[in-house]
């Protein structure tokens, strides 16, 4: 699996967006990029992933750069319920394999009022 | 639909002690995965199970055994606890279609003295 980079931790305003990069230049054609958070103390939680295209869900959108050598997931209105470690983890798809996620150690974000 | 449930949501041990954690899911998902979060790291898959009947070793498997009992439980067995087990653990399943959309439970604290 290809290994990610993120910073390890970023300060936001609430109400602005929080913007949080990855880099995985070793990514594969086929490898998609997953996100997942997890606010202290429970369980990760996931919130989003893409191949290719950009994508939106109602939690977070995900824009991979044409290269997919990185990749930023988007919180548009952060609140202070979105304070979390956030991991970007690259993996094939799901149906190919039994789930090995790897977590690195993530980027804390820490959303101010 | 409670998810994934975790018994106990803590536990000291003494050294040498064992002790079983207890993991269910409602969601009729076929795979589920054992995952320990030492302070300030990542999760780190112990094992897991692609299927009922079926179990495999993860990333740290050494000191652990586990039991899929049925679709919907797994459980994770410490024979001779020491104190290098002391860890968060965490609980996982997900479905058929995609092994990568994992669904955590709220953790077991354990600690071992």
């Known amino acids: 699996d290809a290994k990610t980079t993120q910073p390890p931790s970023m300060d936001c305003a609430e109400g602005r967006a929080a913007n949080l990069p990855c880099n995985h230049s070793?990514?594969?054609?086929?490898?998609?990029v997953y996100w997942y958070r997890q606010i202290h103390s429970q369980g990760p939680q996931y919130i989003i992933h893409?191949?290719?295209n950009n994508e939106t869900n109602e939690m977070a959108s995900l824009i991979i750069t044409e290269d997919r050598k990185s990749s930023t997931l988007i919180l548009p209105h952060a609140t202070l319920r979105d304070t979390a470690v956030y991991y970007c983890i690259v993996r094939l798809d799901g149906s190919s394999n039994t789930g090995k996620l790897i977590f690195g150690q993530g980027t804390t974000l820490q959303v101010k009022p | 639909n409670a998810g994934v449930t975790q018994t106990p949501k803590f536990q000291v041990l003494k050294t040498g002690q064992s002790m079983t954690l207890q993991c269910a899911q409602d969601?009729?998902?076929?795979?589920m995965y054992w995952y320990r979060q030492d302070p300030g790291m990542g999760l780190r898959l112990i094992y897991y199970?692609?299927?009922?009947?079926?179990?495999d070793k993860g990333e740290v498997p050494n000191g652990y055994n586990v039991s899929r009992l049925n679709k919907r439980e797994f459980s994770l067995r410490l024979e001779s606890a020491a104190p290098s087990q002391t860890s968060v653990y965490f609980c996982a399943s997900a479905g058929l279609r995609n092994t990568d959309t994992q669904y955590f439970g709220p953790g077991t604290r354990l600690t071992v003295l």
């Open positions: 199970s692609a299927s009922e009947g079926t179990t």
């Open positions: 893409g191949l290719k």
């Open positions: 969601m009729n998902h076929n795979s």
């Open positions: 070793t990514i594969s054609g086929n490898e998609y």
